[in-house]
């Protein structure tokens, strides 16, 4: 074993100063800091894949679940800043709780990692219960004010991207609203379709079995576009509610350090891969839309600005 | 008929290739477990929960349903062999079968236990299929009020279904809850008891709980006693096939048997133990000649084989139409559910029908698995004996160990499994009740989110707990097995003083 060790390390001192010229050498490890099975693991697993051809080294898929992704997260800041290890980032452990606790994130979102690449935006979808009287969100704002803290909205837990949408209504429009939080996306959409609250804000996949079956309706979304799924449904935008913008992204890094020629190369094979047919179909099947126009030069720019947009609302996770 | 749709539904999933396969693994998982004294569905369930993650819920669930029967079958066949019950349920199989076998019968009773058993599960799969519909439309009442007053019936239960002492059940059950408590509060987001730790704040993995506390604590158990019931004399294997004379002696009794352990199935606290000892009990009062019992006689084997086997079918009534669990196994099974993000309870008919009816087909299919499992690979199973547990626990818990990890791929689950199963060890050393922590675990959960969130939006009126009739129907029960399980205690008391 010894005698490995010390090859390895032997080698590995010969190959590190060239590391750059030769990128991609061995694996790459791309963490995500969700369970295997969810929506985030299977977009990585899809890219991860792509990926693989486009730089002919393996990329390898490893969840480390936990914590609503801190556990991963906090993992890969830890990694060595060599380009080996990448990080599938997401609006929830980067922004959302950095600006609401604070005190429970044990990484700096902006300052210990370099972001690359932006992969998707998905803004959500409102829904309401069939027994709700309104059917847009300029009818839900005026049932609102008629009547305060009547309505509930659910959410699949605390400070998530869904929470955010429904207090980040509430703060555009100036009304009020109860937050239900669950543990899971499944029991509030049940919930939901049996009466039991009143408003949910959720992304298009998991809504649309749903709505398709009748037992849900669809009154807006939270995009600055119509979704391509519920096309009737006016955006927050167009119902004069632009601060009610949200959007759950996610975006590609790697450890703060990591050397400016590896992370260009990690940004062309990424964009290379957005543009990529199995990519585009796969977004469009799952009702995701893309983080356009954040790269390498402005990934953490953006994770700043969004942090920023969080903390302005001004609520704590309850 | 809506029935035969919803039948064709359930064999549709069921008989899928995959379905089938995972089917067929439970039953042969289970069958063996059943054969080895010590290793329970209990403790097997529990390890193997980490594998269900990557499954579809359908093949999880019908694989682990398939481990709980199947070890009903597997613990008859040793027990008329070698008289060495593999399975609590087949103590009573073992009274009148080891001495069929004694008598060179040991063909016929096997063959008894296994028709009788086939009979029991083709009859509970069909109670089960009649009895969902009723139950199906009382679902859409069910609110976080009415979930919160099922929660309260069910941790009453689990501290009455225990036949520990109720202060040791009750003292169970809470620890129970608060080992749960660690973690992020769902309805503040706030943490709780996890000093700080990332790792702790999903809280406990109920599988590493599970693991721990049902499967490694008790393999420690086993090990520290002494191989038992080695090299006993094993009964020859004779004609399989029973006569029709025989067939028709046995069918009274596993008519019977079917229906007693139906119904003791579908209570809570009841299971495939009590209903076999109660279906002993029934046919030595009906027969004409009560003075075989004991020294052989069929309807012995007979009642109870198809009692414990339809109970243990049974028990999956409330949970798959309620969600609550009647023993620790069916606690495990929420757990199985609450992996793939389906809340156990009523409207898992509704919002999984594919699941509900595939389960409930896959114990007919899997049942008929078992008879051709079980009768003619018998030699097999009893040669399993001789394997040494000093050899096949540690390999069991390697292939744990693995699978905690598996659950985050992280070594901290390991550790945790590690901490939970010394603690876990503590408990069975005692001789203090696992089950009760257990159910306390995965209830107590449950209770406090639907209490918070039954209160959070009625803004915290609580006659909102009292509101419907089926939550006072399960206030009304909850308080009848609180006098019920004082009554006893009140009793032998009364007796101690007496004397």
Redesign the interface.
């Known amino acids: 074993m010894k005698k490995i060790g010390m090859a390895i390390a032997l080698s590995l001192s010969m190959v590190l100063p060239a590391m750059a010229d030769t990128y991609p050498s061995r694996p790459i490890t791309w963490i995500v800091p969700f ?3 969810g929506i985030t693991d299977l977009t990585s697993r899809k890219i991860a894949e792509v990926l693989t051809e486009k730089l002919g080294q393996s990329v390898i898929v ?7 992704g ?2 991963g997260t ?1 993992e890969a800041s830890l990694a060595p800043a060599d380009g080996y290890t990448v990080v599938y980032g997401s609006s929830g452990p980067l922004s959302i709780s950095p600006a609401l ?1 604070p005190s ?1 994130v ?1 990484y700096d979102p902006v300052k210990d990692f370099d972001w690359v690449h932006g992969i998707t935006a998905s803004p959500q979808i409102i829904v309401a219960s069939t027994n709700m009287p309104f059917n847009t969100i300029e009818e839900l704002v005026d049932y609102a004010k008629e009547n305060p ?1 009547k309505i ?1 909205f659910g959410s699949p ?3 998530t991207a869904q929470h955010l949408g429904g207090e980040l209504l509430k703060k555009a429009a100036g009304i009020d609203m ?1 937050h ?8 509030q959409m ?2 939901l379709a ?1 009466g ?2 009143d408003l949910s804000f959720e992304y298009a996949s998991v809504v649309a079995p749903y709505v398709e079956e009748g037992k849900m309706k669809v009154i807006g979304t939270t995009g600055t576009a119509r979704s391509p799924k519920f096309p009737d449904a006016k955006t927050v935008v167009e119902a004069g509610f632009p601060d009610a913008v949200n959007v759950g992204w996610t975006i590609v890094g790697v450890p703060a350090g990591t050397p400016a020629e590896i992370k260009q190369k990690l940004n062309e094979v990424l964009g290379e891969a957005m543009a990529d047919e199995r990519i585009v179909k796969m977004l469009e099947a799952n009702a995701q839309g893309r983080l356009e126009n954040v790269d390498a030069t402005n990934g953490n720019e953006y994770v700043a600005k969004e942090i920023e947009k969080y903390r302005a609302l001004g609520v704590s ?2 | 008929m809506e029935l035969l749709d919803h039948i064709a539904l359930g064999l549709s999933v069921a008989l899928t290739f995959e379905n089938l396969a995972y089917a067929f693994v439970g039953c042969l998982l289970g069958t063996l477990i059943g054969v080895l004294p010590g290793l329970g569905p209990l403790a097997t369930i529990s390890m193997l929960l980490p594998l269900t ?2 499954l579809q819920p359908e093949a999880a669930l019908i694989m682990l349903a398939g481990i709980y029967y199947g070890a009903q079958y597997g613990g008859s066949t040793t027990a008329i062999i070698v008289n060495l019950p593999g399975e609590s349920s087949a103590v009573v199989t073992a009274l009148d079968g080891y001495q069929l076998a004694r008598q060179g019968k040991a063909g016929l009773a096997l063959a008894t236990a296994a028709l009788s058993s086939f009979f029991a599960g083709t009859v509970a799969a069909i109670f089960i299929a009649f009895l969902a519909k009723p139950l199906a439309q009382v679902a ?1 009442q069910f ?2 009020a009415e979930y919160f007053a099922m929660m309260v019936v069910g941790l009453i239960l689990a501290t009455v279904l225990s036949n520990a002492r109720m202060i040791e059940s009750i003292a169970m059950v809470v620890f129970g809850i608060l080992l749960s408590c660690i973690g ?1 509060d ?6 709780r008891f996890t000093f700080g730790a ?2 702790l ?2 809280g406990l993995d109920f599988v590493v709980m599970a693991m721990a506390v049902f499967g490694f604590a008790e393999i420690i158990k086993n090990l520290s006693e002494e191989d038992q019931g080695k090299n006993l004399g094993t009964a020859r294997i004779t004609r399989l096939m029973p006569r029709w004379a025989e067939i028709k002696a046995m069918f009274g009794p596993a008519a019977r048997g079917t229906a007693i352990g139906s119904i003791l199935g579908v209570l809570p606290g009841g299971g495939a133990a009590i209903g076999s000892f109660a279906s002993y009990a029934v046919e030595k009062k009906v027969a004409k000649d009560p003075e075989l019992f004991g020294r052989g006689h069929l309807a012995g084997v007979a009642g109870p084989e198809a009692a414990n086997n339809a109970a243990s079918q049974t028990s999956f009534i409330p949970l798959l139409t309620l969600g609550m669990p009647s023993n620790a196994v069916m606690a495990l099974m929420v757990g199985a559910m609450m992996i793939h ?3 156990p309870g009523p ?1 898992v008919m509704e ?1 999984n029908p594919s699941l509900f009816w595939g389960l409930i087909a896959s114990m007919w299919v899997g049942n008929l698995m078992l008879v051709i499992l079980n009768l003619p690979l018998v030699g097999i199973w009893v040669r399993l004996l001789s394997v040494p547990y000093k050899l096949l626990y540690p390999a069991i818990m390697l292939l744990c160990c693995i699978g905690a990890f598996s659950l ?3 070594v901290f689950e390991i550790y945790l499994c590690a901490i939970m199963c010394l603690a876990g060890y503590i408990v069975v050393a005692l001789g203090l009740p696992a089950a009760p922590l257990l159910l306390g675990f995965i209830l107590g959960p449950m209770l406090e ?1 639907n209490l918070r ?1 039954a209160l ?2 009625s ?1 915290g009126d609580f006659s909102v707990l009292f509101s419907s009739w089926i939550s006072l129907g399960f206030y009304a029960v909850a308080i009848v097995s609180i006098i019920a399980m004082t009554a006893p205690s009140i009793r032998t008391k009364r007796e101690v003083l007496e004397e």
């Open positions: 369970a295997a099975g490893e969840n480390k679940p936990g914590a609503g801190f556990v906090k606790d429970k044990t803290g509930n837990g605390n400070g109860v239900v939080p669950y543990k899971a996306g499944a029991t049940v919930d049996s039991v609250i996770a309850q | 993650y990557s859409f609110g976080p992020t769902i309805t503040s987001g706030d943490e990332t790792k704040f999903d993000d389906i809340t409207r919002t985050k791929n992280d989110e969130r959070l939006i803004r």
